[in-house]
């Protein structure tokens, strides 16, 4: 029996359901948080949010906060789009979502390196 | 008068019907009547040609599983004054099995599965007869307790788009049964059985629907034994990588 690669998109996917699960609702808050508080004080929220994008372990939560998310969602659309018996290629889809994941993923990466 | 109940009863019968139909009954209502009860009515009182499969009348055997009302359900433990009020009450064989005949579906691929993750504890080396049975704590049977409940019905089967879809699926009561004997502490075969799991036909053809764990008649969970299934084969991906990585071979 040929072993599949399954687990490796569902690792992200458990990997990415788990952080949404923790910290989900604390990002929602932030990030409703900032256009307020980027009113109230625009200097000092822009140097906090540079301080945390300027710092390696600053980059790599936001990295983690986008990626893993990222994975989990396309993941679970590739799934669904299946279980509604959708009429595609599945390399074509793959390619999509994964490929799509890994594409913005390293955007982001590079991204957040340029900063 | 008595009040009587339509039991609109799938029919096939291979040798004249291009394909099957619904043949109507009238079976006299009773609180505690059964549809196997009123299956068994029709074929000894209107139309001894019906078949169907029963044998222990109380949700043991796991034979009498047809669709009720689109429902994978068994017989035995389904009753008529569940659907009374109900516009209609229709029973039909399993889905996603072929039809031998009328009720009756051929399971034999649901069978094959169950054989493949070799469903019995597997040792390095026996121990002689004279030595007794191998000893387990309480807690330790508690561990694989729910999955070994199974009675084989394949309402789980019929209940599954997967499987529906590629009954190349080893699906929900095989990859159970692999569970039930992973986690059993007198067992030693999970690395021959990880291969079958590890395989897109096991654990990784399932999206988690979940509809098996709701029509099991036995509370087994499938789905949960699935997902279990998910996280052993997800680590077993990971050392085997890790393994690869040191030069060893693929297993
Ligand atoms: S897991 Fe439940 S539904 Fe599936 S075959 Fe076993 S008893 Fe039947
Ligand atoms: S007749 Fe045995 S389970 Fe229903």
């Known amino acids: ?115 | 008068m008595t009040e009587t109940v339509t039991v609109r009863v799938q029919r096939y019968r291979p040798e004249e019907d291009q394909e099957p139909w619904a043949q109507s009954f009238e079976v006299p209502y009773s609180e505690d009547l059964s549809i196997l009860d009123a299956l068994n009515q029709i074929k000894d009182q209107q139309d001894p040609t019906l078949s169907h499969r029963w044998s222990c009348r109380m949700a043991i055997c796991g034979s009498c599983g047809v669709m009720i009302n689109g429902e994978p359900r068994l017989a035995c433990k389904t009753f008529l004054r569940d659907y009374r009020g109900k516009d209609a009450l229709e029973v039909r064989a399993l889905d996603n099995f072929p039809i031998e005949r009328d009720l009756v579906s051929d399971i034999s691929g649901f069978i094959d599965h169950l054989e493949t993750v070799q469903p019995w504890l597997i040792r390095s080396d026996e121990q002689p007869v004279s030595a007794g049975a191998y000893r387990q704590t309480p807690e330790q049977m508690q561990r694989y307790a729910a999955f070994s409940q199974c009675i084989n019905c394949g309402l789980c089967y019929a209940a599954c788009p997967q499987f529906g879809r590629d009954p190349a699926f080893l699906g929900p009561a095989a990859l159970t049964l692999a569970q039930r004997y992973n986690l059993d502490s007198r067992d030693e075969g999970a690395s021959q059985r990880m291969n079958w799991l590890n395989a897109e036909a096991g654990v990784w053809s399932c999206t988690f629907v979940g509809y098996c764990s709701q029509v099991c008649p036995k509370d087994v969970d499938p789905a949960a034994a699935i997902n279990q299934g998910k996280v052993a084969s997800d680590i077993n991906y990971a050392v085997n990588l890790f393994n690869i990585l040191r030069g060893k071979d693929d297993a």
């Open chain 1, 1 to 115: 029996m040929r072993r599949s690669h399954e687990p490796i998109a569902w690792s992200l996917f458990g990997a990415g359901g788990m952080l949404l699960a923790f910290i989900g609702p604390g990002l929602v808050l932030a990030t409703a948080l900032l256009p307020w508080l980027a009113a109230h004080d625009p200097v000092a929220t822009h140097a906090a949010v540079g301080a945390l994008l300027a710092h390696p372990l600053g980059k790599l939560l936001v990295l983690a906060c986008v990626v893993l998310p990222l994975f989990h969602t396309l993941h679970r659309i590739y799934h669904s789009l299946h279980d509604l018996h959708l009429r595609a290629p599945r390399r074509l889809m793959q390619l999509l979502c994964y490929g799509g994941a890994t594409l913005l993923s390293g955007v982001t990466a590079w991204w957040l390196l340029l900063i």
